[in-house]
């Protein structure tokens, strides 16, 4: 078991070192996509305690945590500079893409509401 202890440790200590080379924008896009799924689960969380009476608006809050975290992620792929594949796209493009789509996702979220 020690054994086990041990590599735990030192794989949580390479994450960590690796982590710390990130840049600081990257670093903001994280917290926003833990914010977003942490306030995903609060509403989850809340709904279990308390009932879903208005159940299109307990999915309308969840389905847009979900899609702004899912979208936040790709603008961290789009503007991370290690991604080769976006090398070409501007990262002020990027982010128009993402605030774009999430007034795209957030005007069908007030729809489905009704």
């Not at 903001?28 to 299109?56: E, H, K």
């Not at 992620?73 to 990027?94: G, H, T």
């Amino acid at each position: 078991m020690p054994r086990a202890t041990s590599d735990a440790k030192l794989l949580i200590q390479s994450l960590t070192k690796a982590y710390a080379a990130t840049p600081t924008n990257l670093k903001i896009i994280d917290l926003y996509v833990i914010c977003a799924v942490a306030t995903a689960l609060m509403q989850v969380a809340y709904m279990g305690l308390v009932g879903s009476f208005p159940f299109n608006s307990f999915l309308s809050g969840v389905l847009s945590c979900i899609g702004t975290a899912v979208l936040a992620v790709c603008l961290r792929i789009q503007v991370n500079k290690d991604n080769k594949e976006f090398k070409d796209l501007p990262p002020e493009r990027a982010f128009a893409d993402f605030i774009l789509c999430n007034l795209v996702l957030h005007l069908v979220m007030m729809n489905f509401l009704g």
